[in-house]
C-alpha cells in the first residue's frame, strides 16, 4: 500500500468520527498554543526591556556609591562633582565621551491647587546628550543656568499632566513650587515610551540645575571642596571601548576614594550591556520554565492520542483481519495507523499555531507597550512536536495493530 492510499483510508476513519477525533487534538491545541503564546510573551518581554535601557543612552556606564564588599572598609566616601570633572578629562580617562552628573532629593512639588512629592533630579547641561532624549517644549538645562544656580525646571510628561491635567500642554514660562521656592517652567521632555515600564516611568522626572539641588535645595558641599552626586552617567566613546572605560573609571575612584584591596570600592560600575545581557538571560530561563510547564498539556494531549488509537485498533480489529487475509502486509497496518496518528497531531498542531497567534495579538491588545509576535521558529517548533507527538504516541497502537494475526482478529467479537 503506498503513502497516499494510507493518508486515505487515516482521513477517512477520522472523518467517520469527528467528534472524537476534535476532542483528541483538544490537548495538542492547547498545549502548542499554550507554548508558542508563552514564547511569544517571553520575547515580547525581552525586546520591552531592551528598548526600555536603549532609551537610557547608548554605551553607558552607571557609577554610583555603595557599601563595601570586603568588612575592612565601613566607611563609603561619596562620589562627587570634582571626581566627575576628572572622569571628563581624556587625559585621564581617554575611553570616555562625556560625565553627566545627578543628584536627587525628594522634594513637595506644587502648582496651584495641584501637588505631589516626588523626586526632583538635578543634572548636567550635558545629560540630554548622554541619554539621547531632548525636549518637547522650550529647552534644557544651559551651562549658565548651573553656573547661577538658576531655579528653573524642566517636567516629564507625567508631571506635567498632574500637575496642570494634560499632559499635552505647553506650561513654559508657567511657575511651580518646589520646597516651597519658586521655580519657572523652561521645558517638558519628550515622552518616552508608553509610560511607565519595567524600569519605572521615565516621564516622571523633574530636572533642575545641579548646583540648585546641591545649593539651594541641600547642602552637598563635601571635604574635597566639590559637591556630592548621587550617579555618574558615563558615555564611553563607542561599545569597543566600554570595557577601557569601566577599568579607567575604577582606577580613577580606586585612587580617589584611598581604596588598598580587591572589596574595598564603595562604588559600584554597572554597564548597560551587561546588565542588559543578564536580565535577558532572565527572561530567556522564564521563558523555557514557563513553556516546560506549558508542555504538560502537550504529554496530556499525546496520552490522549495514544489512548484513542488504542479504541480504534480495537474497533477495526475485524477490519485489521479481514485485510491482512487478502494480503496486506504488517507494515501496511502500520503505516495506516500511524499516519493516522500522525495527522490528528498535526492537525492539532496547526490549530494550536492559530491559537498562539491569537493569545500574541490578544496580549498585544491588552498590554499596547509589549510586541507580542508569533515567529518562525516557534512554528517550526510546533510543527516538530506535533509530529513527534504523533509518531511517539501512535507507534505503539500501530504496532499492536500490525502484529494482529488475520485469524484471531477475524474471530474477534
Known amino acids: 500500500m503506498n503513502l497516499l492510499e494510507a493518508l486515505r483510508i487515516a482521513l477517512d476513519g477520522l472523518v467517520t468520527n469527528r467528534l472524537r477525533a476534535a476532542l483528541t487534538t483538544l490537548g495538542i491545541i492547547i498545549g502548542v498554543g499554550a507554548v508558542i503564546g508563552l514564547v511569544s510573551l517571553g520575547r515580547g518581554v525581552e525586546n520591552f526591556i531592551a528598548a526600555e535601557f536603549q532609551a537610557l543612552g547608548s554605551n553607558i556606564l552607571f557609577v554610583f556609591s555603595s557599601a563595601p564588599a570586603s568588612s575592612t572598609r565601613t566607611t563609603i566616601e561619596p562620589l562627587t562633582t570634582r571626581q566627575g570633572e576628572a572622569l571628563a578629562n581624556p587625559a585621564v580617562a581617554p575611553s570616555i565621551r562625556a560625565v553627566a552628573m545627578e543628584y536627587n532629593l525628594p522634594a513637595m512639588v506644587t502648582a496651584g491647587a495641584n501637588g505631589s512629592r516626588l523626586i526632583v533630579t538635578g543634572v548636567t547641561p550635558n545629560y540630554v546628550d548622554v541619554r539621547g ?12 543656568d548651573v553656573d547661577s544656580a538658576a531655579r ?150 499525546g496520552i490522549g492520542i495514544m489512548n484513542i488509537m488504542l479504541v480504534s485498533v480495537t474497533e477495526r480489529t475485524r477490519e485489521i483481519g479481514l485485510r491482512k487475509a487478502v494480503g496486506a502486509r504488517g507494515s501496511d497496518i502500520l503505516m495506516q495507523f500511524l499516519i493516522e496518528s500522525l495527522v490528528l497531531s498535526l492537525i492539532g498542531g496547526a490549530l494550536g499555531v492559530g491559537l498562539g497567534w491569537l493569545i500574541s495579538v490578544l496580549g498585544t491588545a491588552l498590554v499596547p507597550d509589549l510586541t507580542l509576535r508569533v515567529t518562525g521558529d516557534a512554528v517550526l517548533l510546533a510543527t516538530v512536536v506535533s509530529s513527534l507527538i504523533g509518531v511517539f504516541f501512535g507507534l505503539y497502537p500501530a504496532s499492536r495493530a500490525a502484529r494482529m494475526k488475520p485469524i484471531d482478529a477475524l474471530r474477534f467479537e
Not at 532624549?133 to 549658565?144: E, V
Request: proline letters at 2%.
Open 152 to 301: 528653573v525646571v524642566v517636567l516629564g510628561t507625567t508631571v506635567v499632566e498632574r500637575l496642570f491635567g494634560d499632559k499635552s500642554l505647553n506650561p513654559i514660562r508657567q511657575t511651580v513650587l518646589i520646597s516651597q521656592r519658586v521655580f519657572t517652567i523652561i521645558g517638558v521632555m519628550e515622552e518616552q515610551g508608553g509610560g511607565a515600564g519595567f524600569i519605572g516611568d521615565q516621564n516622571e522626572v523633574i530636572y533642575i540645575p545641579i548646583s540648585t539641588a546641591q545649593t539651594r535645595l541641600a547642602r552637598a558641599r563635601v571635604r574635597d571642596g566639590g559637591y556630592e552626586v548621587d550617579v555618574f552617567n558615563i558615555q564611553a566613546q563607542s561599545e569597543a571601548h566600554m570595557q577601557d572605560a569601566t577599568l579607567e573609571i575604577e582606577t580613577y575612584l580606586s585612587d580617589a576614594h584611598g581604596i588598598i584591596f580587591q572589596g574595598e570600592q564603595d562604588f559600584t560600575i554597572i554597564n548597560q550591556q551587561d546588565l542588559l545581557a543578564s536580565l535577558g538571560q532572565v527572561t530567556g530561563i522564564l521563558t523555557v520554565f514557563l513553556s516546560l510547564i506549558a508542555a504538560i498539556s502537550l504529554l496530556v494531549g
Open 133 to 144: 532624549w531632548y525636549p518637547r517644549d522650550g529647552a534644557f538645562i544651559s551651562d549658565q
